[in-house]
């Protein structure tokens, strides 16, 4: 599978994004989805994640819970991250990844043999 992410921009405080993240070469119903970011001098962290086929499961990180979502569309090979009510901290380039690993939770999923995506690159000013 191959992964386009789009959809970053610069944003003000208290705005909105939805990044986009287009699977091509395979279906992505197989895959857990995750959407990771990583901030100038930080280590890249998981925000959000949600499980194959269906996506009965979703996970968020603690910084993020309550504003952003999760989505998954498998006919059209897209996984969507809406963030909603923008800080300063959530500037960062973001990340998709696919994890084709059998899990019963987004938590479980290791993330070892997933595919990425190039980044996109959100700027939120205060």
């Known amino acids: 599978v191959q992964l386009q992410a789009s959809g970053g921009g610069s944003v003000q405080a208290g705005g909105s994004l939805r990044l986009p993240c287009v699977g091509s070469g395979t279906t992505l119903s197989v895959y857990n989805m995750g959407w990771f970011r990583q901030a100038p001098g930080k280590e890249r962290e998981l925000v959000a994640a949600?499980?194959?086929?269906?996506?009965?499961?979703?996970y968020y990180g603690d910084s993020v819970k309550g504003r952003f979502t999760i989505s998954r569309d498998d006919a059209k090979r897209t996984v969507y991250l809406q963030m909603n009510s923008l800080k300063s901290e959530d500037t960062a380039v973001y990340y998709c990844a696919a994890d084709p690993s059998v899990a019963d939770t987004a938590r479980a999923v290791k993330w070892i043999h997933s595919t990425w995506g190039q980044g996109t690159l959100v700027t939120v000013s205060s």
């Open positions: 949600i499980t194959s086929r269906g996506g009965g499961s979703t």
